[in-house]
């Protein structure tokens, strides 16, 4: 069992900057694909960003050239540092991790294998 805890989240105001952390139990974490999702009140969980286990990157278009995810294989932590945070940013950010089965980026919440409990981000205007 994969065990995932997110760390990071609070509140800030727009234009603020936060980094998240997602801390990973698994000694193979330097094989699997992350992911960090986040879910408003009210709406659907969606896909923020993920990076391959060769630090390979991909963004949300409402995130992109905002945020920036990264990986510390020697420390089993993947990373989501957001700049310019706007209230529409406000949700629980979810960290998600996905053994690798031939795909490099993932971006769909079901094809995720494990995931932590959240982080609650709360971006005041």
């Known amino acids: 069992q994969v065990q995932l805890v997110e760390s990071g989240g609070g509140l800030v105001q727009a234009g603020g900057s936060l980094r998240l952390s997602c801390a990973a139990s698994?000694?193979?974490?330097?094989?699997?694909?992350m992911g960090w999702f986040r879910q408003a009140s009210g709406k659907e969980r969606e896909f923020v960003a993920t990076?391959?286990?060769?630090?390979?990157?991909f963004y949300a278009d409402s995130v992109k050239g905002r945020s920036t995810i990264s990986r510390d294989n020697g420390k089993n932590t993947v990373y989501l540092q957001m700049n310019s945070l706007k209230p529409e940013d406000t949700a629980v950010y979810y960290c998600?991790?996905?053994?690798?089965?031939?795909?490099?980026?993932?971006?769909?919440?079901?094809?995720?294998?494990?995931w932590g409990q959240g982080t609650q981000v709360t971006v005041s205007s």
């Open positions: 998600a991790a996905r053994a690798y089965r031939g795909r490099s980026y993932v971006t769909k919440a079901l094809e995720y294998d494990y």
């Open positions: 990076i391959s286990s060769s630090g390979m990157t």
């Open positions: 698994e000694r193979a974490f330097s094989s699997y694909v």
